[in-house]
C-alpha cells in the first residue's frame, strides 16, 4: 500500500480529516516531499521565489484503526528510498550562524546510491532520516516545523532505517503524518537545513495498548533514546534526563542512586536541533545494561 506525497498536512491537528484509515500491524509506503514542498529543486532556483506556507509538509495524516487515547502508536522505519537530488541551504539570520553571512543562499546537491557529491569538491556518505514525524497533539494544533510531544519536527539522526518509534496517542486513530527527510544532516542542524531531499518511506503502523510515553521514545538495535523539546536546551535536558531515569526504574533491578550512577558512566545527552521554535534534545541508554530491555 502507498500513501502518496500530495496528501500533506503543514500542522499536525486533531482537526485535520484523514486522507487514508488502516488497521493496526500495516506496512505503509509513504511518499513524501523535501522540506520546501520540492520548490527549490535547480540551480538557478532561490529562496525569494519560495511560497513560506508550503514549508515543512508532512505527508498525511493516517488514521490508524485501534488507536485511542492513552494508548502507544508504535512506528518502525523499514526503509528510506532518497531521490537522486537534495536541497540544502543558509539565511542571513536564521540558525546559529545567520548573523555572520548576508542573504540567502542554497545548493543542489547530487546523491550516487549512498554518497553526496557537495560541491564537486566533498564526498559525504548518506545518513538518510526523517526530520518530521508524529501525531495529533493533545490540544490546539501545532504547526510542522515544531517539535513537542507529540513528535513533529524533532530533527533527530536517530530517527533512521532500523529505528521504532513509541509516540503517545491523543486522539483516536493517533492521525499520523510524516516528512522532511534528510539525506544527511548534522546534530544541531546549525544552518537551519540538512541535505533536504523528496523519498519514499516504508514503516508498519502498530497500536500499543495504554502505557503512553510522555514524549516520543525511539528504539533500535543497540539503544534507547528518550526525545524531548522545550524551549531552552537547558530545559530539554533537564526533562530527558529524569524521563529516561524513569523509563529505566522498572526495566532494572538496581536503585535510584545507582541508576543516575549508571546514566552517569554509560548514558548520552546528545542535541538534535537548535534552530526549531523549541529546541530538542535526547538522553540515549545503551539497551545492553537493561535487565528488561523493551518498552
Request: charged letters at 25%.
Amino acid at each position: 500500500m502507498k500513501l502518496a506525497g500530495d496528501k500533506v498536512i503543514f500542522s499536525f491537528s486533531k482537526d485535520h480529516e484523514p486522507v487514508l484509515r488502516v488497521p493496526a500491524g500495516t506496512t505503509l509506503e509513504i511518499e513524501t516531499l523535501d522540506c520546501f514542498s520540492n520548490q527549490l529543486r535547480n540551480a538557478d532556483d532561490t529562496m525569494e521565489q519560495l511560497e513560506w506556507e508550503r514549508v515543512n509538509p508532512a505527508t498525511g495524516p493516517v488514521y490508524v484503526e485501534g488507536a485511542e487515547p492513552g494508548d502507544t502508536l508504535k512506528i518502525t522505519i523499514h526503509n528510506i528510498k532518497l531521490n537522486e537530488k537534495g536541497t540544502i541551504c543558509c539565511l542571513e539570520n536564521e540558525g546559529t550562524l545567520g548573523h555572520m553571512i548576508k542573504g540567502s543562499h542554497i545548493r543542489v546537491v547530487k546523491v550516487d546510491g549512498d554518497t553526496i557529491k557537495y560541491l564537486d569538491k566533498f564526498e559525504i556518505p548518506t545518513q538518510k532520516m526523517i526530520g518530521v514525524i508524529g501525531v495529533a497533539p493533545k490540544d490546539k494544533a501545532i504547526n510542522t516545523g515544531t517539535p513537542g510531544h507529540h513528535g513533529g519536527n524533532m530533527d533527530t539522526i536517530l530517527v533512521a532505517e532500523g529505528a521504532t518509534l513509541y509516540f503517545p496517542v491523543f486522539h483516536s486513530g493517533a492521525l499520523f503524518a510524516m516528512g522532511d527527510i534528510h539525506a544527511a544532516m548534522g546534530d544541531g542542524e546549525i544552518g537551519v537545513s540538512g541535505l533536504e531531499i523528496p523519498a519514499d518511506v516504508t514503516v508498519t503502523l502498530d497500536v500499543i495498548k495504554g502505557k503512553a510515553p510522555e514524549y516520543p521514545v525511539l528504539e533500535n538495535i543497540d539503544v534507547f533514546a528518550i526525545i524531548v523539546s522545550k524551549i531552552t536546551v537547558d530545559e530539554a535536558i533537564s526533562a530527558a534526563t529524569e524521563l529516561m531515569c524513569k523509563f529505566l526504574e522498572p526495566r532494572m533491578d538496581i536503585t535510584r542512586p545507582e541508576i543516575i550512577m549508571l546514566m552517569s558512566l554509560v548514558g548520552n545527552v546528545q542535541i538534535s536541533q537548535v534552530v526549531d521554535p523549541e529546541k530538542t534534545v535526547r538522553f540515549v541508554f545503551p539497551k545492553k545494561y537493561m535487565k528488561k530491555a523493551e518498552f
